[in-house]
């Protein structure tokens, strides 16, 4: 078999996905050997995951924080209170809500399958689970938001660095 892309070269490996023939090169332009096809869509993978992420946290807390702020402008302000508590109090709120998402994937990452314990209350007992995780993930977020938000914007400028094709 010959390289998918250098016709001349003996394929020494193939694509771990696809199987298609790599010359020694080839098999060797990533850490492990895939086509250029196939690595971008592992890469379009993991970037749609960590946008998935931004998105969420975003809506998470400027869902709640738009309640909040509707709420509080809703009727007059009461005597005393100015605008600034109102942003104040608006701004609290996302950042009450919007780590729920990042703790809860570093809850993932940290623990894969402590659900299988609630799993015996079936399906009330899974509502509890999510509720209390949930709990768990906004303080959790606290610490994970920065860091993930970090971590995730530098992986996503390595994924973009990765070269889609050969030179
Ligand atoms: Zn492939
Ligand atoms: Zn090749």
Redesign the pocket.
């Known amino acids: 078999m010959n390289c998918y892309n250098h016709a001349d070269q003996t394929a020494v490996s193939q ?1 771990r ?2 199987n ?1 023939g790599l010359c020694d090169y080839c098999a060797h332009f990533y850490q492990i050997p ?2 250029i ?2 690595n971008a869509m592992h890469i379009n993978f993991e970037k749609k995951q960590i946008k998935k992420e931004f998105l969420w946290t975003l809506v998470f807390g400027i869902v709640p924080a738009s309640v909040m702020f509707i709420m509080l402008t809703i009727s007059p302000l009461p005597p005393g209170k100015t605008m600034n508590d109102v942003f104040l109090r608006t701004l609290i709120t996302f950042f009450v809500f919007a780590p729920i998402v990042p703790g809860w994937h570093a809850l993932n990452s940290f623990s894969s399958n402590f659900k299988g314990i609630f799993l015996i209350f079936s399906l009330p007992g899974l509502f509890v689970f999510y509720v209390l995780k949930a709990i768990v993930s906004a303080f959790v977020g606290l610490i994970a938001l920065p860091i993930r938000a970090v971590k995730n914007t530098k992986r996503l400028k390595e994924l973009n660095a990765i070269p889609l094709s050969y030179n």
């Open positions: 694509c996905d696809c298609k895939l086509c096809s196939c």
